[in-house]
Nanobody, 124 residues
Framework: QVQLVESGGGLVLAGGSLRLSCAAS????????VAWFRQAPGKEREFVSA????????IYADSVKGRFTISRDSPENTVSLEMNSLKPEDTAVYYC?????????????????WGQGTQVTVSS
């Protein structure tokens, strides 16, 4: 089992940047595919980005492609989400999730462990 803790959220002006980090404990993070999801008030949780166990493959939602970058730091047992050119519509609670399956997927049901989330607020 693995425990996930997100950090790095905050309040930023539109056009600004934030870097979210997901730290894992309990088991090495390289055993899991990892994804970021987000949930805005009154909306369903939606996929943002995912990275394979090796870090060689990544996928992004169309809404963040070209602005967000997901990466792994294996020695630190973390996965980061670099968010640039932020927009007010990026405002949400961002969740880190880990899955035991080797393939990455955009659906929440493919991920087995979840963090508590970190709030990202982008003001216009």
């Amino acid at each position: 089992q693995v425990q996930l803790v997100e950090s790095g959220g905050g309040l930023v002006l539109a056009g600004g940047s934030l870097r979210l980090s997901c730290a894992a404990s309990g088991r090495t993070f390289s055993s899991y595919a990892v994804a970021w999801f987000r949930q805005a008030p009154g909306k369903e949780r939606e996929f943002v980005s995912a990275i394979t166990r090796t870090g060689r493959n990544t996928i992004y939602a169309d809404s963040v492609k070209g602005r967000f970058t997901i990466s792994r730091d294996s020695p630190e047992n973390t996965v980061s989400l670099e968010m640039n050119s932020l927009k007010p519509e990026d405002t949400a609670v961002y969740y880190c999730a880990a899955g035991v399956r080797s393939a990455i997927n955009t659906a929440t049901r493919f991920y087995d462990y979840w963090g508590q989330g970190t709030q990202v607020t982008v003001s216009s």
